[in-house]
């Protein structure tokens, strides 16, 4: 058995599995599945999940998707990728950046979703002074595509809510579509077509 190990990975997902065990992509998933399709991702409805639509005001764009789930929230955003390259790794840099600036404190640790952040962020609440709010940054490169996830609530601290959070991140679908778009740019979201949702 040899050992040719040049330091060198190449700037994809770790997640070996990721075309098994998700996030997926749109040529991946399963069709019979009855997804909410938001445009650019695809979510499964599952008892006790409820999901909040964030709108930039000045534009009235769709800027991300929070679902609360299991004591917890996360919030996910699909990019467009290079087709040679991921981009979670030049992520983490900005993200580590933009926290330390905040005066917040991060790490990077290996999770079951591959290299993710914890950050302590400073929050200001309402008539207080700062306190400081737990996050864990989540990203997976995929075809032409990234997905970036922040977590909040029970799962940052709680072992078993995390797993259900995890869970819930990895059934997601990503729905690159063919038009060509710069990396880094939001792939479009929209409103779900179907109204109601179990």
Same mark, same amino acid.
């Given at each position: 058995?040899?050992?040719?190990?040049?330091?060198?990975? =190449?700037?994809?997902?770790?997640?070996?599995?990721?075309?098994?065990?998700? =996030?997926?992509?749109?040529?991946?998933?399963?069709?019979?599945? /009855?997804?909410?399709?938001?445009?650019?991702?695809?979510?499964?409805?599952?008892?006790?999940?409820?999901?909040?639509?964030?709108? $930039?005001?000045?534009?009235?764009?769709?800027?991300?998707?929070?679902?609360?789930?299991?004591?917890?929230?996360? &919030?996910? &955003?699909?990019?467009?990728?290079?087709?040679?390259?991921?981009?979670?790794? $030049?992520?983490?840099?900005?993200?580590?950046? &933009?926290?330390?600036? &905040?005066?917040?404190?991060? $790490?990077?640790? #290996?999770? /079951?979703?591959?290299?993710?952040?914890?950050?302590?962020?400073?929050?200001?609440? #309402?008539?207080?002074?700062?306190?400081?709010?737990?996050?864990?940054?989540?990203?997976?490169?995929? =075809?032409?595509?990234?997905?970036?996830?922040?977590?909040?609530?029970?799962?940052?601290?709680?072992?078993?809510?995390?797993?259900?959070?995890?869970?819930?991140?990895?059934?997601?679908?990503?729905?690159?579509?063919?038009?060509?778009?710069?990396?880094?740019?939001?792939?479009?979201?929209?409103? =779900?077509?179907?109204?109601?949702?179990?």
């Amino acid at each position: 058995m040899s050992d040719v190990s040049t330091g060198e990975t =190449p700037d994809q997902s770790p997640l070996g599995d990721r075309s098994v065990e998700g =996030p997926f992509d749109e040529s991946e998933a399963n069709p019979v599945r /009855p997804y909410i399709d938001l445009g650019g991702i695809k979510i499964l409805p599952r008892e006790g999940l409820n999901l909040r639509l964030e709108v $930039e005001e000045q534009t009235k764009r769709i800027v991300a998707v929070g679902l609360d789930y299991a004591d917890s929230t996360l &919030q996910v &955003q699909p990019f467009a990728a290079p087709r040679t390259a991921g981009l979670w790794e $030049e992520t983490r840099e900005q993200i580590r950046g &933009q926290v330390r600036q &905040q005066g917040g404190r991060v $790490e990077e640790r #290996e999770g /079951p979703l591959g290299p993710e952040l914890l950050a302590e962020v400073p929050v200001q609440a #309402e008539g207080a002074g700062a306190g400081m709010r737990l996050a864990r940054f989540v990203g997976v490169d995929g =075809p032409r595509w990234f997905l970036r996830g922040v977590i909040g609530g029970a799962a940052t601290s709680d072992v078993q809510a995390a797993a259900q959070v995890e869970d819930l991140f990895r059934s997601i679908v990503v729905v690159r579509g063919s038009a060509p778009m710069p990396p880094r740019d939001l792939i479009p979201l929209r409103m =779900p077509a179907t109204p109601g949702t179990p």
